[in-house]
């Protein structure tokens, strides 16, 4: 959403409205979206919890799983502006789960070194559990 309200803003201004060049319109909003994620990265004394939807990308021959965010370099940067980026799936029993790591499909991370590879959602505790696991 803060990506499709930085495109509104910017088709506003009369250097991007022309639909002749919309590279200058994307790179500004590359820039635009970076500076934003670094915002709220740096917000001190605060725990900031950035969702996103999934995407399948392609990489090379193979497919990855990423955050769904326009404009390649965005995507790309992203993951590695953060600490901590999980991916929420359901497993072959139904149940949902955090992937920690990364896999040969899957864009996560753990900079904390104390979650599992895989960690149980339990739908009451949810990033709660996480959260009290990575501070403790």
């Known amino acids: 959403e803060i990506g499709q309200m930085v495109v ?9 409205s022309s639909l002749k060049d919309t590279m ?9 979206m970076l500076d934003i994620a670094k915002v ?6 605060l725990n900031v919890v950035i ?6 990308v392609k990489n090379g021959f193979d497919e990855v799983i990423m955050p769904n965010i326009p404009a390649k370099k965005v995507q790309a940067q992203l ?10 799936r359901v497993n072959s ?5 955090f992937v920690t790591n990364p896999t ?7 900079r904390s070194g104390k979650l599992n590879p895989i960690e149980p959602c339990v739908k009451a505790t949810g990033l709660s559990a996480i959260m009290q696991k990575i501070l403790s």
């Open 104 to 110: 040969s499909d899957i864009v996560a991370k753990d």
């Open 40 to 45: 709220f990265r740096d917000i001190s004394g």
């Open 79 to 88: 993951p590695s502006l953060y600490d901590e980026v999980l991916y929420l």
């Open 24 to 32: 200058k319109l994307w790179m500004k909003y590359s820039d635009m």
């Open 8 to 16: 509104a803003e910017l088709k506003k201004d009369p250097e991007f």
């Open 51 to 56: 969702i996103a939807l999934a995407e399948s």
């Open 93 to 97: 029993e139904g149940e949902r789960e």
